[in-house]
């Protein structure tokens, strides 16, 4: 089956830092979504974003398709927006298959 | 502010008893999920319906999970019986095709 990898595993910011989080997937994807799992366990949408840039205030997406990765980034970080964030991949089944997320801190 | 709503949000059972998990979709969503979410193993899928119908449900331990959609307002995960390995927390999600997946709050389950 496909493989999503994600990088870093862990990552440990100042708030006001900005971040890039990496999503690498084996295999041509339909749809792809990020999440963020609040430290209350919690999954919120982020993102639809099978291809292409999108941006939602300090948050913002880009997936390259053809190279089989996505990028997430978060700007001016906020204690809030601590906890873990999971990239999800489908083939067309709907399936999502997720990546083992990127645990996020952001220390005041 | 339409939701997936999931009941119970905790539940501690004793090894060998039937648990029962609900789950409401967002109204007008045809696709409903469960996923389960545990340290070793992360988010994995168990099962999914379309249009109440059951697609796939090969992530599913057969032979004491079930899942079922008795109308379009409510899907059911039973566990019977259960195993302290089933401690996770367990997760309904609902969506149309090629757009977002909504997920509910999760059951978190454990098993002594």
């Known amino acids: 089956g496909i493989q999503v990898e994600q990088s870093p595993p862990d990552l440990i910011l100042q708030e006001g830092a900005n971040s890039t989080l990496r999503c690498n997937f084996s295999d041509s994807v339909n749809n792809l979504q990020w999440f963020h799992q609040n430290p209350w366990g919690q999954l919120i949408n982020l993102f639809y974003i099978p291809s292409g840039t999108k941006q939602n205030g300090r948050l913002s997406a880009t997936t390259v398709a053809t190279e089989r990765y996505s990028l997430l980034y978060i700007s001016s970080s906020q204690t809030t927006d601590s906890g873990v964030y999971f990239c999800?991949?489908?083939?067309?089944?709907?399936?999502?298959?997720f990546g083992q997320g990127t645990r996020l801190t952001i220390n005041p | 502010d339409a939701r997936v709503t999931q009941t119970p949000r905790h539940k501690v059972t004793e090894m060998g008893q039937e648990v029962t998990m609900r789950c409401q979709p967002i109204l007008g969503h045809n696709t409903v999920f469960w996923y389960r979410q545990t340290m070793m193993q992360g988010l994995e899928l168990l099962a999914y319906f379309r249009n109440r119908a059951p697609l796939d449900d090969s992530g599913m331990p057969k032979d004491r999970f079930s899942a079922e959609m008795p109308d379009a307002t409510l899907a059911t995960l039973k566990i019977q019986p259960s195993e302290p390995r089933d401690s996770a927390v367990y997760f309904c999600?609902?969506?149309?095709?090629?757009?977002?997946?909504?997920f509910g709050p999760g059951t978190r389950l454990l098993v002594l």
């Open positions: 999600a609902s969506g149309l095709l090629r757009q977002t997946q909504y």
């Open positions: 999800a991949v489908d083939q067309g089944a709907q399936k999502l298959v």
